[in-house]
């Protein structure tokens, strides 16, 4: 038969195509030649054998679904490796498998993501600078309330234990009914809570609107960290990591100083009216500028019209409105001009108003979604990688707070500087933190591209890489161990220039030293944390606050027995200590997490593959 002799000879002719372009071996070029060359010598073989048949089987062909591909069509492929794809496969050109592009990750242009991300990273602003804008003014509180300074600290205490916990639960709450919803309610929560420390009689009832303070502003920064998530890839996420992190390290640097002033000048009072004004102009920004950006309200940006009016901005609002009231304007005009026509033309004039006028906008109905609280807690306890991040974080950032906390005390007793020299103090550690923002954004983006470029991967910043088979813990770490290290000597030295009270300016050096180390290892674990959970950076960055915010508020408040017994060199010396002890968790992480990932990514897809059967069931 003409065809089955058809058949072996394309056949003959692919495996000899196969063998002569991987016996050669001297480039790429020169086995794509080989290759072009076997195709043409063995169709001419086949022009010559086939002869009358052609027709007979191309038919066959067709009748049995299977039409054969000349032999010197060549598809292109997406390149992802090294080697072409035929040459790696054995396949003929023609069915070398074509790789699909992922859709892009978000509508919006470069110019708006960084726009929104300030935009969160303002509101951000507000958790670091009320805890800190409130430090100077703790010796003048004591006095006017006649509470010793120990009490008085308590109200710095119980604000970071609800720093820590609140953000579970407004966390969860943003990943299902949106970050718009959850900004309204923690700046009104916020705003209420400052006019009633502006105006309380008490001790008491200051220590509890400080608690309802620190519920308000606290989940800022989970919402900052989801908002990135939202819009920005792994490949680019990097480069604006800087801009979320100038406002929160800028906040720590500048609110000591500007209460320090405010309570000289002013009274400790003006504290919270200042936040109030604050807080009331973000709230307003926002509700007529920062669009909702959660994934599963409005996916990749383009779902705003579909989504709810709450969703929508006061500009976006109001535009619509515009639109609308323009489009009622030209169909009363259309209705004149109709009116005034010959009769016999009405319907014709009719069927064109209909069709050309636009319909009205439909209403969509609100469904809110029950957000489970406890996903924070679920995520830290059942998640390897984030438990040992965020445990780990956590010990670093107590070192941070313990070092927050005594310095005040440290500076008044030692060197004995005033309120305002102390918030002073505060300025070269914002002075690191300003570098490393601009910096290490970008360090973090190379070495993801290096272990991209090393792995054969094509990357495409504006689609979300899949990282399954990507070494994401290793590509982040990497950059934050060196900083680990740098945050753990300056601790140390931290300590021992206070005992041996060195020079003011060995303290000016260590802290601008602890802005570049501390906040750029913040930087690299909360950027991990969003590619490891991007669909619920909220919850998991909740989870980060709650281990960072329980370990800190525990540091502020032993740091100062501990150097009053044992000496500032050896109390600092002891925290320096557990990041070095603690230390080998992180290159645990850094080997075994591409694994952990997969395993808890087969997990997940059993859970649902159940939860369907027991559907159908």
Same mark, same amino acid.
């Given at each position: 038969?003409?065809?089955?002799?058809?058949?072996?000879?394309?056949?003959?002719?692919?495996?000899?195509?196969?063998?002569?372009?991987?016996?050669?071996?001297?480039?790429?070029?020169?086995?794509?030649?080989?290759?072009?060359?076997?195709?043409?010598?063995?169709?001419?073989?086949?022009?010559?054998?086939? %002869?009358?048949?052609?027709?007979?089987?191309?038919?066959?062909?067709?009748?049995?679904?299977?039409?054969?591909?000349?032999?010197?069509?060549? =598809?292109?492929?997406?390149?992802?490796?090294?080697?072409?794809?035929?040459?790696?496969?054995?396949?003929?050109?023609?069915? &070398?498998?074509?790789?699909?592009?992922?859709?892009?990750?978000?509508?919006?242009?470069?110019?708006?993501?960084?726009?929104?991300?300030?935009?969160?990273?303002?509101?951000?602003?507000?958790?670091?600078?009320?805890?800190?804008?409130?430090?100077?003014?703790?010796?003048?509180?004591?006095?006017?309330?006649?509470?010793?300074?120990?009490?008085?600290?308590?109200?710095?205490?119980?604000?970071?234990?609800?720093?820590?916990?609140?953000?579970?639960?407004?966390?969860?709450?943003?990943?299902?009914?949106?970050? @718009?919803?959850?900004?309204?309610?923690?700046?009104?929560?916020?705003?209420?809570?400052?006019?009633?420390?502006?105006?309380?009689?008490?001790?008491?009832?200051?220590?509890?609107?400080?608690?309802?303070?620190?519920?308000?502003?606290?989940?800022?920064?989970?919402?900052?960290?989801?908002?990135?998530?939202?819009?920005?890839?792994?490949?680019?996420?990097?480069?604006?990591?800087?801009?979320?992190?100038?406002?929160?390290?800028?906040?720590?640097?500048?609110?000591?100083?500007?209460?320090?002033?405010?309570?000289?000048?002013?009274?400790?009072?003006?504290?919270?009216?200042?936040?109030?004004?604050?807080?009331?102009?973000?709230?307003?920004?926002?509700?007529?500028?920062?669009?909702?950006?959660?994934?599963?309200?409005?996916?990749?940006?383009?779902?705003?019209?579909?989504?709810?009016?709450?969703?929508?901005?006061?500009?976006?609002?109001?535009?619509?409105?515009?639109?609308?009231?323009?489009?009622?304007?030209?169909?009363?005009?259309?209705?004149?001009?109709?009116?005034?026509?010959?009769?016999?033309?009405?319907?014709?004039?009719?069927?064109? =108003?209909?069709?050309?006028?636009?319909?009205?906008?439909?209403?969509?109905?609100?469904?809110?979604?029950?957000?489970?609280?406890?996903?924070?807690?679920?995520?830290?306890?059942?998640?390897?990688?984030?438990?040992?991040?965020?445990?780990?974080? &956590?010990?670093?950032?107590? %070192?941070?707070?313990?070092?927050?906390?005594?310095?005040?005390?440290?500076?008044?007793?030692?060197?004995?500087?005033?309120?305002?020299?102390?918030?002073?103090?505060?300025?070269?550690?914002?002075?690191?933190?300003?570098?490393?923002?601009?910096?290490?954004? @970008?360090?973090?983006?190379?070495?993801?591209?290096?272990?991209?470029?090393?792995?054969?991967?094509?990357?495409?910043?504006?689609?979300?890489?899949?990282?399954?088979?990507?070494?994401?813990?290793?590509?982040?770490?990497?950059? %934050?161990?060196?900083?680990?290290?740098?945050?753990?000597?300056?601790?140390?030295?931290?300590?021992?220039?206070?005992?041996?009270?060195?020079?003011?300016?060995?303290?000016?050096?260590?802290?601008?030293?602890?802005?570049?180390?501390?906040?750029?290892?913040?930087?690299?674990?909360?950027?991990?944390?969003?590619?490891?959970?991007?669909?619920?950076?909220?919850?998991?960055?909740?989870?980060?606050?709650?281990?960072?915010?329980?370990?800190?508020?525990?540091?502020?408040?032993?740091?100062?027995?501990?150097?009053? %017994?044992?000496?500032?060199?050896?109390?600092?010396?002891?925290?320096?200590?557990?990041?070095?002890?603690?230390?080998?968790?992180?290159?645990?992480?850094?080997?075994?997490?591409? @694994?952990? @990932?997969?395993?808890?990514?087969?997990?997940?897809?059993?859970?649902?593959?159940?939860?369907?059967?027991?559907?159908?069931?």
């Amino acid at each position: 038969m003409a065809e089955p002799d058809l058949k072996d000879q394309v056949a003959d002719s692919r495996r000899s195509t196969s063998t002569a372009a991987a016996t050669d071996t001297l480039t790429h070029d020169s086995a794509r030649t080989s290759m072009q060359a076997d195709h043409q010598e063995n169709q001419h073989q086949l022009d010559a054998g086939q %002869g009358a048949s052609r027709h007979y089987s191309e038919k066959q062909q067709k009748q049995a679904g299977q039409v054969l591909q000349p032999v010197t069509e060549l =598809t292109p492929a997406v390149p992802i490796s090294a080697e072409p794809v035929s040459l790696l496969t054995g396949e003929p050109p023609s069915e &070398a498998p074509v790789v699909e592009q992922p859709p892009r990750y978000s509508i919006h242009p470069t110019w708006a993501k960084r726009l929104i991300i300030f935009g969160a990273s303002i509101s951000a602003f507000f958790s670091p600078l009320t805890a800190q804008i409130y430090l100077p003014a703790l010796p003048t509180v004591a006095d006017d309330f006649h509470v010793t300074a120990s009490k008085a600290t308590l109200t710095v205490t119980t604000y970071m234990i609800f720093q820590g916990i609140t953000p579970m639960f407004l966390g969860g709450l943003a990943d299902s009914a949106g970050r @718009r919803p959850a900004y309204v309610i923690c700046f009104v929560i916020y705003i209420g809570a400052n006019i009633g420390l502006a105006l309380c009689k008490n001790f008491t009832s200051l220590l509890i609107l400080r608690m309802l303070q620190s519920a308000g502003s606290s989940t800022t920064i989970a919402l900052c960290q989801a908002t990135l998530a939202d819009i920005t890839t792994s490949a680019e996420r990097g480069q604006y990591v800087g801009i979320t992190a100038l406002p929160q390290v800028l906040a720590p640097s500048l609110g000591p100083v500007v209460g320090g002033l405010l309570t000289n000048y002013l009274g400790w009072r003006w504290i919270f009216w200042l936040l109030i004004i604050m807080a009331g102009v973000n709230l307003l920004g926002l509700l007529m500028f920062f669009p909702e950006t959660c994934r599963k309200i409005v996916g990749d940006g383009s779902g705003r019209k579909d989504s709810h009016w709450i969703y929508w901005t006061g500009w976006q609002l109001l535009r619509d409105n515009l639109a609308r009231r323009e489009r009622r304007r030209e169909r009363k005009r259309r209705q004149a001009e109709l009116s005034n026509e010959d009769p016999s033309n009405h319907n014709n004039g009719l069927h064109l =108003t209909a069709s050309t006028a636009s319909a009205p906008r439909q209403k969509i109905k609100l469904s809110l979604t029950t957000p489970n609280i406890l996903q924070s807690l679920t995520l830290l306890f059942r998640s390897k990688q984030l438990a040992i991040l965020l445990s780990y974080s &956590a010990i670093v950032f107590s %070192g941070f707070y313990a070092i927050g906390t005594a310095m005040p005390n440290q500076l008044s007793t030692l060197y004995g500087l005033n309120d305002i020299e102390i918030g002073l103090m505060y300025l070269p550690m914002a002075g690191g933190s300003i570098v490393t923002a601009f910096v290490i954004g @970008r360090v973090i983006t190379w070495n993801f591209h290096r272990h991209a470029r090393r792995l054969g991967m094509v990357i495409d910043r504006s689609r979300q890489t899949d990282l399954s088979a990507f070494p994401i813990e290793r590509a982040r770490l990497e950059v %934050g161990l060196p900083l680990l290290a740098l945050t753990s000597a300056v601790v140390i030295s931290w300590g021992w220039a206070m005992q041996s009270k060195t020079s003011l300016a060995a303290p000016c050096v260590l802290l601008f030293l602890l802005g570049v180390g501390m906040i750029g290892f913040n930087n690299t674990v909360s950027t991990l944390v969003a590619d490891l959970y991007p669909g619920k950076a909220g919850a998991a960055t909740a989870a980060n606050n709650l281990t960072r915010c329980l370990l800190g508020a525990a540091s502020s408040a032993v740091i100062l027995p501990m150097v009053e %017994g044992i000496g500032s060199g050896w109390a600092y010396t002891i925290f320096g200590g557990l990041y070095v002890f603690f230390a080998p968790l992180l290159l645990v992480l850094m080997s075994r997490g591409m @694994r952990w @990932r997969a395993e808890e990514k087969g997990k997940e897809e059993a859970k649902e593959e159940k939860g369907k059967q027991e559907q159908k069931a």
